[in-house]
């Protein structure tokens, strides 16, 4: 694949919606990567260290550094095998979509991402855990796994080097739990998704008991790349320090919403304006939420602050998945702040009491402050729940997540819960 | 009891895994594409193929939100409420939806035709609002759309 | 020992635990839930959180939860941070949102650990004010009870019930503030192990059911230590009363036996204390009559007559004694049936003679191979079949360590597990429980069995015999010696299931081949304490009554016909000019008796049971002398033994090997600061409310002239010795979880040490010989099939199948083959020599053919001696 390229991860994209096949995708420079790997006799440990240089940061909204992550995979004779690869395709946060067109339009090239990953952290399984939901890239996704092995990409042997990779599609049976890392190896493993606890590490204790690394989709399509280019051309891409483009989407009421391939680092503001033509004629932006529903709100004054993984915190915020959701001056922002509470509290796996129990307090709260029911006091007590949320005090960081928006939304838009509660009615409705 | 094609197919998912509970969400998933829903005979049915408790089997059952436990309509929509379709008019499409076909969340039309439940984010965010109905996703609906999108189901 | 800071002071905390348990063992008030100490850490309910802080300059620190961290040297923290009091108080008033307040009509009410950590975080407002989440609760049978809207979804139910006691039929349903505990659907909790639920429950989800059919709280029972009746381990309990009748059987720590738990027989079995049969009046000649009339009468007969004394494996070593101090020991006779008297008596002589330790149930949990050769442990003894399902984790523990996961960290462990289990090796003749957790089993009539046995020991040491035949199992057998001989802590169990003296002898070669530890189960509580006081056969007294040489037989807690067959008891019985007999109920041998005693049952009198593992081990009365219902060594004893001591200090001098149960508790002189024990928990309303409802002045309580223990709430506050402990209570801790505060470390012996005398200790291995009689394989007969017992947790004990809930989970009787000859479920006629039985058939087709096994101890399945071989035919 072409270093020069801006957008690696979706220039092979059909415009019509259709998929990249795999001839399409190896015309396209498709499966060199893995050839370069296996047959230039790259060692896991060079392309992890090829990797780590390159700075990729997991794109399923940690951030955490992926070389890094990989070198921490227990290797040698004595660890227990096998070791696992698990693609985590769960994306099921709120205002979320760019994995999905990954896997719908190019499915080959997270395919190859995998088999490079694999051969890094010497997995010969992995895993591509698929929200239930994504019935089309379910489809496509199947047929590209097997297209790719009629063509002996895949299975025992792989491009004739001696390597083994067997690769799956697990469908999910749905909940937003299951892209927790953790819980995801728990619904793997056909059980209940209930988060585990770490340490353990799933890098020393995942899949079955056995070293197992989970990256997100994104994360996975960018390792070709690296690969083939290099590092640095794929630090080259971004404008921060974080390495390589960002898959950006923005909903809510803009005028063009949609998901554009940019270099890391790009403002919300060029974002919105240039790429989702601003918003809709009569609207003003209030505020947004810079990568899913559970990263906190940013507003006006945060908008040139390059969204990635270190700046964003600057902000009071964080990168999350990359994908925003707006909040216009017509829309409700009580309202927002108790849709979103009340997934978490759908979404709660049960098993910790701040959240299971607190979650479901605090949507009734803010369902009663929406439907003109509040009462002084209300917003103490959802401040209180909202600590009770903090990272560490939560089992996994479905809460804290949870805590995020709803905390921002009562510090930039205290006004309008209080005005709730004043008048005791929405003012928007 | 199963099928022979139910177990054809669960044989072939369960593969893929080092034991076979580990195919107990494969297995429910396929066992409801055969029969709509996830009885409780259906349970007992996976429990004693994949030699499990039937208190086990549901217990997996009732954690995840695609599997159904109880019986559902020929065609089920379910309608993502997160955030993004909230903010893009899922109240209307709510409305509509309920109006069109006479039903709340968790109910079923009286012909069978339809289960209308709420779903999390469809990742259609841009597109939204959305819907699912079966394995079909329809994006930026209005109430055209949506009732162009439900004479498809029959 | 580590030092870790608890709000600046320095505590020595085990650096193998975590801060929790290091917290709780140095007595602060540190709430949890999700934690127990036999389950480990998962860090579900955050109630135990504190602060912790980097060094000592660091002033901010961030929560952890206690349970989740470990207690490693230097480690600061704080409970008394106001940031964490106050997220353990928000962690409270979360878990209390959808209770229903309904301590008032809650059977936990007063004892309920959710009670106690409320309080101890001081929540006592209520800010919520919508709608509770609400449940259907399911019927899970006569013995525990369900309510779910006390739940607060700790998940100590479902750890215990799946990963611990291994049970599948209970699991959460649902989830986020939804989740429901139960099963699939109503029905019978299917674990023998289900009744631990009611103690695990924080709360009052999992309550005791028969104790609802007659509640009453906590501090208006009156308790006492006892030990379970059910079966020969010895398990510790506590018993309570009120007004006269038993109310429950909760579980009294000791760390060396039964530890957190009891199986349902021991917990449930109690009721048959409050049979309506119960006798409670002496019968002379079918009419009742007064104490004096009765001891009258018996003194004058055996005055008069030609007497023997027949014992009891189901009586204290003290009325056994009795009995024999009155007959003369002479004339006294074991009252252990024949074949059954022949196997005790060849473990007890292995036991004696040693090198091999007979282990304690926790030293079997922590084994890390065992070999099981002819037990079907949970069903004859229980408990220890939990033990030995806890054993399977030890190899894979040890591989989870070299992960660095600290064994604390139960969902860690587990992960790390997944399904690997340590040696276990089953050798029976019909499919046991345990077989599920096992790493091979083999299925064989006791005779294989043996040779089986014979083929392991010679394979570890090639002096030890083995028959010339060959067989197709050595290539298992030499598995099964190889595992022993790598095992860190081996163990082999045996005992007399198999009623085969040979499978015993292969069991003490193996382990003595490999120098494991050697645990034998016994038929019934006092059946070691029994044998061990000897006396003359069974059947010799049945000779003597027939020769003539007596007239009288006085027979003490003990249905003969369960012992012998029917026809010669009833020809012993109707021989016999006086027929006295002592009992709890009526059963057909008290049916004959002339004169008839109620004896008291371990509610009502004291005693000295010997357990399998020669523990001896002091019960208590519990109930205030009432009625004529009194101990059978009282009813048997010479005028000048007053109390319980004086018949320890008899027995001590005329059986010396039985001194030990002298110790085995405090005497009746024990005092601390001069006051006895209470048997009742302090009351803050003062004493007087106790029997309100009959007299308002408070009448003088009994005396209690056996015991150290008052009839009373007067007495010390101060922790009892382990063996006087009748409840478990401290300040703040009203739960069971109060044992926490009884214990050194918590999870550890308790203070001052655990209940019991042992009797057997390994000796040095000296030329012990190995055994050699090694019996030919078993060749199935024409026509004829070897009927071996089969034995089950609910029914085969005598006592407890007069308890309503256990009769209700009855087995019924039948008859188990691998044969084609049968459809399951058809009638057929077992004939053998103690009878013609009509029974139902079950197929079980991994049994030997040729071999049958039959409910034992269940009518009409009594008085069977084993084996034996029979006729098996189609009923007409
Ligand atoms: C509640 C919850 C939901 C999550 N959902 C997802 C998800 O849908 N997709 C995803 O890639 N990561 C998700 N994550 C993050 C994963 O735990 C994990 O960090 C990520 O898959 C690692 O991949 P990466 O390092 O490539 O980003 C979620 C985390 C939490 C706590
Ligand atoms: S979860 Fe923790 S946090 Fe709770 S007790 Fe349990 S121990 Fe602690
Ligand atoms: S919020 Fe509905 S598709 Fe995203």
Redesign the pocket.
């Known amino acids: 694949m072409k270093g020069n390229s801006e957008k690696p991860l979706t220039e092979r994209m059909h415009t019509d919606g259709s998929v990249v096949d795999l001839q399409t995708y190896e015309q396209a420079g498709g499966y060199q990567a893995i050839r370069k790997v296996l047959h230039a006799g790259m060692t896991p440990m060079a392309v992890t260290e090829e990797v780590k240089a390159a700075n990729l940061r ?5 951030g ?1 550094q ?1 070389g890094v ?1 990989w070198s921490f995979v227990p290797r040698g004779k004595d660890v227990p095998n096998p070791t696992y690869l698990v693609v ?1 395709g ?4 709120p205002g979320t979509f760019k994995d999905r067109l990954l896997m719908e339009r190019d499915p080959h090239q997270l395919i190859e991402g995998a088999m490079v990953a694999a051969f890094a952290i010497e997995a010969d399984i992995a895993y591509i855990f698929l929200r239930g939901e994504y019935t089309l890239a379910a489809e496509r996704l199947a047929r590209a796994i097997a297209e790719a092995y009629e063509h002996h990409y895949l299975g025992k042997n792989i491009f004739g080097a001696g390597c083994n990779l067997e690769l799956y599609l697990h469908l999910s049976g749905g909940r ?2 299951c ?3 953790t819980g995801l190896l728990n619904a793997l493993e056909g059980k209940r998704a209930n988060p585990r606890a770490k340490p353990p590490f799933p890098v020393v204790v995942g899949l079955f008991g056995k070293p197992t690394v ?4 994104e ?1 996975i399509c960018c390792v070709p790349h690296i690969i083939n280019n290099g590092a640095e051309w794929f630090h080259g891409l971004s404008k921060t320090n974080d390495g390589g483009t960002k898959l950006y989407g923005v909903s809510g009421k803009v005028k063009r919403p949609g998901l554009w391939e940019l270099p890391m680092g790009t403002t919300a503001r060029e974002i919105i304006e240039e790429h989702a033509g601003g918003m809709r004629d009569g609207l003003k932006l209030r505020g947004l939420l810079p990568g899913g529903s559970s990263t906190p709100f940013i507003v006006e004054q945060h908008l040139d602050t390059p969204m990635d993984f270190t700046e964003m915190p600057k902000a009071g915020s964080r990168l999350g998945t990359g994908t925003m959701i707006v909040l216009d001056d017509h829309t409700c922002a009580v309202g927002m702040a108790w849709n979103m509470t009340r997934f978490f509290a759908r979404e709660s796996c049960g098993f910790c009491t701040p959240c299971w129990s607190g979650l479901g307090w605090a949507e009734r709260i803010l369902r009663s402050i929406e439907d003109g029911k509040g009462k002084p006091g209300d917003l103490d007590k959802l401040a209180f729940q909202a600590k009770m949320w903090s990272p560490g005090n939560t089992f ?3 809460a804290p ?1 949870a805590a995020d928006p709803l905390e921002t939304s009562m510090k930039y838009f205290r006004e309008d819960f209080e005005r709730h509660i004043r008048e005791h009615r929405c003012p928007w409705s | 009891m199963l099928t022979a094609e139910e177990i054809q197919e669960i044989k072939t998912e369960t593969a893929h895994y080092p034991k076979r509970e580990a195919g107990c969400i494969d297995a429910l998933k396929i066992v409801q594409r055969h029969r709509g829903w996830v009885s409780d005979e259906s349970v007992r049915d996976i429990a004693e193929y994949l030699g499990m408790s039937a208190t086990d089997v549901d217990s997996i059952a009732t954690f995840y939100n695609l599997i159904f436990r109880r019986p559902v309509g020929r065609h089920v929509v379910m309608v993502c409420d997160s955030v993004s379709c909230w903010i893009m008019g899922y109240d209307r499409v709510k409305k509509h939806l309920g109006e069109r076909l006479g039903i709340d969340h968790g109910q079923t039309t009286s012909d069978d035709r339809f289960t209308m439940l709420p779903i999390v984010c469809l990742g259609c965010c841009d597109h939204a609002p959305a819907m699912m109905v079966d394995s079909d996703l329809h994006s930026d609906l209005n109430p055209q759309k949506i009732d162009s999108a439900l004479e498809k189901y029959k | 020992m580590a030092t870790v800071y608890v709000d600046n002071k320095a505590c020595e905390m085990n650096p193998e635990e975590n801060l929790l348990h290091g917290c709780l063992s140095h007595g602060f008030k540190l709430p949890y839930f999700c934690w127990h100490p036999a389950l480990g850490s998962v860090g579900a309910c955050r109630q135990c959180a504190v602060k912790q802080f980097k060094d000592d300059k660091d002033s901010q620190g961030k929560i952890v939860m206690s349970c989740m961290t470990p207690a490693a040297e230097g480690t600061r923290i704080s409970i008394a941070d106001p940031e964490v009091v106050a997220f353990r108080a928000g962690i409270i008033e979360g878990l209390m949102l959808n209770h229903p307040h309904d301590c008032p009509v809650c059977d936990e009410g007063g004892e309920c650990h959710l009670q106690d950590m409320t309080v101890m975080t001081g929540h006592d407002y209520r800010r919520y004010e919508f709608e509770k989440r609400t449940f259907r609760n399911q019927d899970l049978g006569p013995l525990v009870n369900h309510e779910m809207n006390r739940c607060i979804q700790c998940y100590r139910c479902v750890r215990y019930y799946r990963d611990y006691a291994g049970g599948r039929d209970l699991n959460a349903f649902a989830s986020r503030d939804q989740v429901f505990f139960g099963r699939s659907e109503d029905g019978v909790l299917e674990n023998e192990f289900s009744g631990n639920l009611v103690e695990i429950c924080p709360t009052g989800v999992f309550t005791d059911k028969t104790l609802k059919h007659h509640y009453a709280r906590k501090w208006d029972q009156q308790f006492a230590p006892s030990v379970c009746v059910h079966c020969a381990l010895g398990c510790n309990t506590d018993a309570g009363e009120r007004y006269g009748s038993l109310r429950r059987i909760v579980n009294r720590y000791n760390h060396e036996i039964n530890g957190y738990f009891l199986c349902d027989r021991g917990r449930f079995g109690y009721e048959f204390v409050n049979s309506e049969a119960r006798l409670r009046q002496s019968v002379l000649k079918d009419r009742p009559t007064s104490a004096a009339a009765a001891r009258q009468y018996l003194d004058q007969t055996v005055a008069n007559g030609r007497v023997i004394g027949i014992g009891s494996p189901r009586a204290s070593l003290e009325s056994n004694f009795a009995l024999r101090t009155l007959v003369g020991p002479d004339h006294f006779y074991s009252g252990i049936a024949d074949h059954e008297a022949k196997l005790v008596g060849l473990m007890l002589e292995i036991l004696r003679r040693g090198p091999m330790r007979t282990p304690t149930l926790r030293d079997i949990e922590e084994s890390d191979v065992v070999l099981i050769l002819g037990e079907d442990l949970t069903n004859v003894a229980p408990r220890m079949a939990l033990s030995v399902r806890q054993s399977v984790r030890q190899q894979p523990m040890e591989a989870v360590k070299k992960l660095k996961v600290p064994l604390w960290l139960d969902h860690g462990v587990r992960d790390a597990m997944q399904d690997a289990r340590g040696p276990l090796y089953i050798a029976t003749p019909y499919r046991t429980r345990l077989d599920e957790v096992a790493t091979a089993t083999f299925r064989a009539a006791p005779d294989d069995l043996a040779r089986f046995g014979f083929a392991i020991a010679h394979a570890l040491d090639s002096s030890a015999p083995i028959s010339h035949e060959t067989s197709q199992d050595w290539l298992m057998a030499a598995a099964i010696a190889r595992a022993l001989k790598a095992a860190k802590k081996p163990l082999v169990i045996s005992g007399t299931s198999c009623a085969s003296e040979a499978v015993i002898q292969a069991a003490a070669n193996v382990a003595m081949a490999a120098n494991t530890a050697l645990s034998f189960t016994a038929p019934e509580c006092n059946t070691i304490g029994a044998a061990l006081m000897g006396g003359n056969s069974l059947s010799a007294a049945f000779q003597a009554v027939k020769d003539g040489e007596a007239d009288t037989v006085i027979i003490l807690e003990n249905d003969l016909y369960r012992r012998a067959p029917q026809a010669e008891v009833d020809s012993m019985l109707k021989a016999a000019t006086h027929v006295i007999a002592l009992d709890h109920l009526p059963n057909p041998t008290t049916e004959k008796a002339e004169l008839l005693l109620p004896a008291g049952t371990f509610a009502e009198s004291d005693g000295t049971f010997i357990s399998s593992e020669g523990r001896v081990q002091r019960f208590l009365q519990v109930s205030a002398p009432q009625n004529e219902v009194m101990a059978s060594w009282r009813w048997l004893k010479p005028d000048h033994w007053q109390s319980l001591d004086d018949v320890l200090r008899a027995m001590a001098k005329a059986l010396p090997e039985l001194d030990a149960a002298c110790d085995a508790a405090p005497s009746s002189k024990f005092r601390i600061a001069g006051a006895k024990i209470p048997r009742s928990p302090l009351r803050e309303s003062g004493r007087t409310a106790a029997l309100v409802n009959i007299n308002i002045s408070e009448p003088k309580t009994p005396d209690d002239p056996d015991s150290a223990l008052s009839f009373s709430m007067e007495g010390t506050p101060d922790q009892p010795p382990a063996a006087l402990i009748p409840f478990f209570w401290s300040p703040n801790w009203n739960s069971i979880q109060a044992v926490n505060t009884y214990q050194k470390e918590v999870g550890g012996p308790l203070r001052g040490g655990d209940a019991g005398v042992r009797l057997f200790e390994p000796a040095p291995r000296n030329g012990q010989a190995y055994f050699s009689a090694i019996p030919r394989a078993f060749s199935p007969r024409q026509g004829a099939w070897l009927l071996v017992p089969m034995y089950h947790i609910f029914g085969s004990d005598e006592l407890s199948l007069a308890a309503p809930g256990i009769r209700e989970l009855a087995t019924k009787p039948h008859v188990a083959v691998n044969s084609d000859e049968f459809a399951e479920g058809a009638e057929v006629e077992v004939n053998c020599a103690a009878g013609t039985f009509r029974l139902p058939v079950m197929i079980h087709r991994e049994m030997p053919v040729g071999v049958a096994a039959l409910s034992v101890g269940l009518s009409p399945l009594v008085g069977i001696q084993w084996p034996t071989w029979g006729k098996i035919a189609r009923a007409k």
């Open positions: 997991g794109r399923g909204g940690a955490f992926t992550k985590n769960d994306e099921m946060e937003y739990i892209g927790d890392e989970v990256n997100n989709v994360t996994c960081a479905l997540g």
